[in-house]
């Protein structure tokens, strides 16, 4: 027998952007239900963020070792017992998924249904055998690796983020379609786990990135055995053997190459998860890149918000909780609730890392007449070369007052040291908010702080006959 239940908010989907949204609200004391019809945690948990960055802590350490001899120690060759990687991969995922539990989030008052969850009209969605009328719906159903059309794909194993990090043992050659940031970054990490890797772009790796900033990487990939094939066009693929892979790569006159692997990953990116809901039903706009919103996270149907990946453009974790968050006080507030991508950050976890906030360089000049572009290299900084990590730089992009629009850094451990540039953009502070940072000695935050600087080298010739001017008077 079914039952209404009428909550002020129903989202759907228990990834990152629902979990966050229900969590606030229920701090709040509104009455909210959570639909999941699979795990919690959603993608970042289970398949994505979470085990992708511990398996990427695992190679670091083994990255490490082989880099010892250059410190006077010498540890000999790493050992690696993959099974063991798998183990700790997974057991990182346990360790934080009681966060994201369906008894964490009963707990707090969110009543939660593990069932699918559709549309009947634009007012009601049907979970099981309960019918749910709310006030306000928060569609949060995230995203799924997209599948591109290749001939024989649908005959030959493969490899999704779905599937990765259930390996149990390191594949010999792994072939990675895809030169972006999720294909680079396992594409490293195997290789230095021991693995072949080829790694198959259409057009350039990392195209979302300036090439300056891809050409570090390029560089680090290939020098640790990574073998990179831009511009290499994926013409079919089919079994070799009986557990073994090929790939056959075309150009403008047919089939040129191929390359021969044991397993084929599958990275060019995520489609939204828009099958399924019963958008039509609900009056919801939506297209293959996603649900249609405006600057509040509002669809076409005023009762329903979506966030998170199913609403295109950025799929991030961090940009999913924020708008999460955005949503929630317009839901609860009537007033605020716009998202601003200038605030924006990411990070590619290679190493070096390459991490961005703000705009991009080509939105800077597309936005402001006069951009400033300081940049400082990593060489130049004194804890990288203590620690033998200089490859990279900082660059910091500012109107001609020196507001801060924009930083990228391209380092070890870039991603921590962005953090500083977001809030100086989410402030909108100046290069001399940074300059009075005094930063601890040697460190390579000072990277930022000197960049920062460089806005006033050479010293403006006001300044300079200022200073003659006082001397005058002892």
């Not at 990255?63 to 183990?87: C, M, T, Y």
């Not at 073998?227 to 006159?253: C, D, M, P, T, W």
Request: proline share 4%; glycine share 10%.
């Amino acid at each position: 027998m079914s039952e209404t239940i009428e909550p002020d908010i129903c989202v759907i989907g228990a990834g990152s952007a629902g979990l966050t949204l229900a969590a606030a609200a229920a701090a709040f004391e509104v009455p909210v239900v959570l639909v999941e019809k699979a795990r919690m945690g959603g993608d970042c948990l289970n398949t994505g963020c979470v085990p992708s960055k511990a398996l990427i802590a695992a190679a670091r350490h083994v990255a490490l070792i082989r880099e010892a001899p250059l410190f006077g120690v010498d540890a000999g060759k790493p050992q690696i017992d993959f099974s063991a990687v798998n183990a700790h991969v997974h057991r990182v995922i346990a360790s934080i998924a009681p966060n994201d539990s369906q008894e964490r989030f009963t707990g707090l008052g969110v009543r939660v249904i593990r069932e699918e969850a559709r549309f009947a009209d634009p007012r009601t969605l049907v979970a099981g055998e309960s019918e749910i009328r709310a006030r306000r719906f928060v569609i949060a159903a995230g995203s799924s690796p997209r599948v591109p059309q290749i001939e024989g794909l649908d005959r030959v194993p493969f490899l999704t983020n779905e599937s990765l990090f259930d390996l149990e043992k390191l594949p010999s050659h792994l072939i990675v379609i895809g030169g972006g940031p999720i294909g680079l970054e396992m594409a490293q990490a195997f290789r230095r786990l021991g693995s072949d890797v080829t790694v198959l772009e259409a057009a350039r790796i990392l195209g979302r990135d300036d090439a300056e900033f891809a050409e570090i990487v390029r560089r680090r990939l290939v020098g640790e055995g990574v073998v990179l094939r831009e511009g290499a066009k994926v013409a079919r693929v089919a079994r070799r053997g009986r557990y073994g892979v090929r790939v056959h790569l075309q150009s403008e006159e047919g089939e040129v190459d191929q390359v021969d692997g044991t397993q084929l990953l599958i990275a060019v990116g995520r489609r939204p998860n828009v099958e399924g809901l019963g958008l039509a039903q609900a009056g919801v706009d939506f297209d293959d890149s996603g649900i249609r919103t405006d600057a509040h996270l509002r669809t076409s149907n005023r009762r329903i918000y979506a966030i998170g990946d199913i609403a295109g453009g950025f799929n991030f974790t961090h940009w999913a909780s924020y708008q999460a968050g955005q949503a929630l006080r317009s839901i609860l507030f009537r007033f605020g609730g716009k998202v601003n991508p200038d605030l924006i950050a990411w990070v590619t976890y290679t190493d070096p890392e390459i991490a961005h906030v703000g705009l991009t360089l080509t939105q800077a000049r597309t936005r402001y007449r006069d951009v400033r572009i300081l940049r400082w290299p990593l060489a130049e900084n004194d804890r990288a070369e203590a620690e033998r990590c200089t490859e990279g730089f900082v660059r910091v992009l500012t109107t001609k007052r020196g507001k801060i629009v924009g930083a990228d850094i391209v380092a070890r451990g870039a991603g921590e040291l962005i953090a500083p540039f977001a809030l100086t953009i989410a402030k909108g502070l100046h290069v001399r908010d940074l300059m009075a940072m005094v930063l601890p000695y040697p460190t390579l935050a000072e990277a930022g702080k000197r960049a920062a600087t460089s806005f006033y080298v050479p010293v403006p010739e006001a300044a300079k006959r200022a200073a003659r001017l006082l001397r005058r008077f002892g």
